[in-house]
């Protein structure tokens, strides 16, 4: 998550106003994970008490929820709570339940779906599904999105209204099988409705065009992209229909519509730019000047601005290959986790696994604060082990891990960057004969290479495997021992390639040396005490 509120609050009120003007309506929609990725989100308890009241400040027509809301109980409890009742039925969480582990009842987390009408006349369903999430906390249920599109309410709610265009929006990849379901079930009941499908998760840009009635947009990652996707010929589109009785006749079908879309980079100039042609004066709002204000006393009260220590070069996610010395998973198996997860106690040395996944942003040089560890390792994962595993085993599991089918799975749950085959996002490369433009996303998607609003030069991508590990200890013979150790999130998966490795259930001890120490305040104890005298 990320917060730029005078910008982003402005950009959305100033939009609005010009849309208006036009006498157009204009849907400001969040597809969900308010929660994990920044210090002013993930430093209070629970989590998100001082973001989440800024957030309903903000005018958006539609949200819904995100998988990054069910991880904690605290968190999913106070949205259902506190959160999703401020938006007056426009938070949407078709597939997901909260559960009271109390009585053991379960009701909708938000609410199914919504209807309204713009200020211009738009008539608008929208629903908000989740992926198949499987990595909940236990007062969340997630049902399939195959199984509730047959629940009565959904046929129920295509069958009450008649729209002039359905907004499936959710936290899942737009070209996800999810979204494909959905798409299917609106098709059998409205067969030429024009459908906007609004998506997340996936962390890259990308538009998919579906059919000649229905396309869909995703907005990159951590609020670095704004999405705009508008669509011509609505009305147009609605009255045929209505015409023609809902299409009862099969020799009809109405003309294709017309997708627009466009990537704005989150900064100011460019809010400027498009907002009020460019007149900064004319920009800011009040409420814009009253968030901003509000953020720079709790950024200052949270103690999150300050500095660590100080990085002494940038470190990258995926700009580089892993094994580069300027790679994010270079400096993490080489130097954090041998000196900041460390048990000068054990007989055993150690070798320490953990999920690419839980790193997902880069760190540049410079001071390093406690809001960079936040980007960088929101997740509160804490150092597991098992002690006194045979070398041999030990030696196998990192290949076994990234080899088996399973793994995807802990990149999917908490993803950086998937890049489809037809999508070149962030595809990155060599900038000498591009000395004038700066680095950053150039996309590639089903309407083609001109959806970046800025141009900018390439930047080269590498995937990361799903685990990554500091080198096996050596050792003079293949009977010694190790101390096996993992992050608590990949506990079950370790336990069953051990077990295929050896034949044996071993125990898995809850503590490794310091018990503060976790996937976040390791690199609190690492900056601390190594990057310090670099300021």
Request: charge should be negative; include cysteine; charged fraction near 20%.
């Amino acid at each position: 998550m990320a917060i730029s509120a005078i910008s982003t609050l402005s950009l959305q009120v100033r939009m609005k106003e010009q849309a208006k003007h036009l006498k157009r309506d204009l849907f400001v929609v969040d597809t969900g994970d308010t929660h994990d990725g920044n210090g002013l989100s993930d430093v209070t308890n629970p989590s998100g008490k001082v973001s989440q009241a800024m957030l309903k400040k903000i005018p958006y027509d539609i949200l819904a929820i995100g998988n990054h809301e069910l991880y904690v109980h605290e968190v999913t409890e106070d949205v259902y709570n506190s959160f999703m009742p401020s938006w007056n039925g426009r938070y949407l969480a078709s597939n997901v339940y909260f559960k009271d582990i109390n009585n053991n009842k379960t009701v909708p987390l938000g609410n199914k779906y919504t209807y309204f009408e713009g200020e211009f006349g738009t008539r608008v369903l929208a629903f908000g599904f989740l992926f198949d999430f499987t990595g909940n906390g236990d007062n969340s249920v997630v049902h399939k999105v195959e199984d509730e599109v047959l629940e009565p309410w959904f046929t129920e709610a295509l069958t009450s209204y008649t729209p002039d265009i359905i907004a499936l929006t959710g936290h899942t990849g737009i070209r996800f099988d999810e979204f494909n379901v959905a798409l299917k079930a609106i098709r059998r009941h409205c067969p030429y409705i024009p459908i906007a499908v609004i998506g997340g998760h996936v962390h890259v840009r990308d538009f998919a065009v579906y059919d000649g009635w229905a396309a869909g947009i995703a907005s990159g990652r951590y609020l670095e992209t704004v999405g705009f996707f508008s669509i011509e010929g609505i009305k147009k589109h609605t009255l045929f229909i209505d015409k023609h009785n809902g299409f009862n006749a099969t020799d009809l079908t109405p003309s294709n519509l017309t997708f627009h879309r466009r990537y704005l980079d989150q900064n100011r100039k460019t809010y400027i730019y498009h907002a009020v042609n460019g007149k900064e004066k004319k920009f800011d709002t009040p409420l814009g000047k009253e968030i901003t204000k509000n953020i720079t006393y709790w950024r200052e009260e949270l103690g999150i601005a300050q500095a660590l220590g100080c990085s002494p070069q940038d470190y990258y996610l995926s700009a580089v290959e892993p094994t580069s010395e300027n790679s994010i998973f270079k400096l993490t198996t080489q130097e954090v986790l041998p000196k900041a997860v460390a048990d000068p106690n054990r007989p055993y040395p150690a070798q320490i696994i953990v999920n690419s996944g839980m790193l997902r942003y880069d760190i540049y040089q410079g001071n390093f604060t406690l809001d960079n560890v936040y980007q960088l390792s929101p997740f509160v994962d804490h150092f597991y082990y098992m002690p006194g595993v045979p070398y041999y085993a030990a030696a196998q599991v990192l290949d076994r891990l990234n080899g088996d089918n399973a793994a995807s799975n802990y990149r999917r749950k908490r993803s950086i960057q998937i890049v489809y085959d037809n999508v070149r996002t962030c595809d990155r490369q060599s900038i000498r004969h591009e000395a004038r433009l700066t680095p950053g996303y150039t996309t590639k998607d089903d309407l083609g290479t001109d959806g970046d609003d800025t141009t900018h030069s390439e930047i080269s991508y590498y995937d990361a495997k799903a685990f990554v590990g500091t080198d096996m200890p050596p050792s003079d013979n293949s009977s010694s021992l190790v101390d096996l150790v993992f992050v608590d999130f990949i506990q079950s998966i370790v336990e069953s390639v051990i077990y295929d490795l050896t034949g044996q259930n071993y125990t898995v001890d809850t503590t490794y040396g310091n018990p503060n120490i976790t996937s976040s305040t390791m690199w609190i104890e690492f900056a601390e005490n190594h990057w310090a005298d670099n300021c």
